[in-house]
C-alpha cells in the first residue's frame, strides 16, 4: 500500500484514485468454479454416504469379534493362506502388467498398425465384460481339454484350478488400468526429444532409460496401484479358474463369502478389515512414493 501511494504521488494522481485501487488490494480473489460451497457439500455427502459410512459399519461390525477370536482368526492357517493368495497374486500379476501394459501403450502410440483403433478398443474388453463371463472364458480356454490349456499340459503347466489361474485372470482384467494411464503419458511426450537424443549418440536403452522412462514412471506407478487395488478385491472373474480349493488356491474374498453363508458375520468383517487395513497401508505407500516422484521431475 505504501508503494502504490508513492508511486501515485510520483505521478501526481488525484488522491481519489487511490480508493479504488486500495479497494481492489482488499478484495477477496475469486473462486474458480462457480457454487464452490454447494460442490464441496456434495462431494462431502458422496464420501460421507458411499464411502466413510459402509466402511466404518465394517470396522464397528468388527469389533463385535472378542479378543480370543481376533487371534484364532489372525492364527488360522486358512485365513493367512487366503490373504497371501490374493495379495501374493494381485501383485504377481500387477507387476506383469506393468510391463506388459507400458509394452502395449508404447506399440499403440507409436505404431499405426492395421485395425489399430480395432486393438485399441479391445484393450477396454475387461472393463466392459462381465466378470464371471470372464472367468468362464478363461477356464474354457485353459483347462486341460481346452485350446490352450491342452498344449500348456503337455508340457507339464496347469492353469486352471492353481494359483496360477489366479494370476492369469487378474492379468486380464488388470491390463487395461496400466495402458490407459501410460497410454496419455506417451502420446503427449514429443518424439522429436527421443530423436535428438539419438542424435546426441545415445542408444536404444539410453534413450529409454533416460528419456522415456522418467516421463512415464508416475504413469506406471498409477497403474501398478489400480491394477493391484482391483487383483485383491477380484471376486467374479477367480473363482471360476480356481478351483477355490482351502490353502491351495481360495482368495480372502471367496472365504469373506463363505463365512457370511455361515452367518459368521463378524467373521466375515473381521476378514474384511485385514484385507482393508492392509490394502490402505500398501496404497498409502504407493502414493507416497508417486508424490516423491512427482516432486523429483519437477525439479
Not at 464411502?51 to 461390525?61: G, N, R, T
Not at 507339464?156 to 501410460?182: D, H, K, N, Q, S
Not at 533416460?210 to 489400480?226: E, S
Request: positive net charge; contains cysteine; glycine residues 6%.
Amino acid at each position: 500500500m505504501a508503494s502504490l501511494t508513492k508511486s501515485a504521488l510520483r505521478s501526481n494522481a488525484p488522491a481519489g484514485e487511490l480508493q479504488p485501487q486500495a479497494h481492489q488490494l482488499r478484495q477477496r480473489p475469486s473462486r474458480v468454479l462457480p457454487g464452490f460451497r454447494l460442490t464441496l457439500f456434495c462431494t462431502a455427502l458422496y464420501l460421507l454416504i458411499l464411502v466413510l459410512v459402509p466402511i466404518s459399519a465394517v470396522l464397528l461390525k468388527s469389533m463385535s469379534l472378542p479378543l480370543d477370536g481376533w487371534w484364532k482368526l489372525l492364527t488360522n492357517v486358512r485365513v493367512l493362506s487366503a490373504l497371501k493368495i490374493s495379495f501374493g497374486s494381485a501383485l504377481i500379476a500387477a507387476l506383469a502388467n506393468v510391463f506388459i501394459g507400458t509394452l502395449l501403450a508404447w506399440v499403440l502410440v507409436r505404431y499405426r498398425l492395421p485395425g489399430h483403433r480395432f486393438w485399441d478398443a479391445l484393450i477396454d474388453l475387461p472393463f466392459a465384460l462381465p466378470t464371471a463371463v470372464a472367468g468362464i472364458a478363461l477356464t474354457a480356454v485353459y483347462a486341460p481339454d481346452g485350446s490352450i490349456g491342452r498344449y500348456l499340459q503337455t508340457l507339464g503347466i496347469e492353469v486352471t484350478y492353481t494359483p496360477l489361474g489366479i494370476v492369469v485372470a487378474l492379468l486380464f482384467i488388470g491390463l487395461p488400468f496400466v495402458v490407459r494411464t501410460v497410454q496419455p503419458v506417451l502420446t503427449e511426450l514429443d518424439a522429436g526429444v527421443e530423436e535428438a537424443a539419438a542424435s546426441l549418440g545415445a542408444n536404444h536403452w539410453q534413450i529409454f532409460h533416460r528419456v522415456v522412462l522418467p516421463a512415464i514412471r508416475p504413469a506406471i506407478l498409477t497403474g501398478f496401484a489400480l491394477a493391484f487395488a482391483r487383483g485383491i478385491g477380484e471376486y467374479g472373474s477367480v473363482i471360476f479358474i480356481a478351483g477355490n480349493m482351502p490353502k491351495v488356491s481360495e482368495i480372502a474374498p471367496l472365504l469373506i463369502y463363505i463365512k457370511l453363508e455361515q452367518y459368521d458375520y463378524a467373521g466375515a468383517t473381521a476378514v474384511a478389515t485385514i484385507m482393508l487395513l492392509l490394502s490402505f497401508a500398501l496404497l498409502l505407500l504407493i502414493n507416497q512414493q508417486q508424490r516423491r516422484l512427482n516432486r523429483f521431475q519437477r525439479k
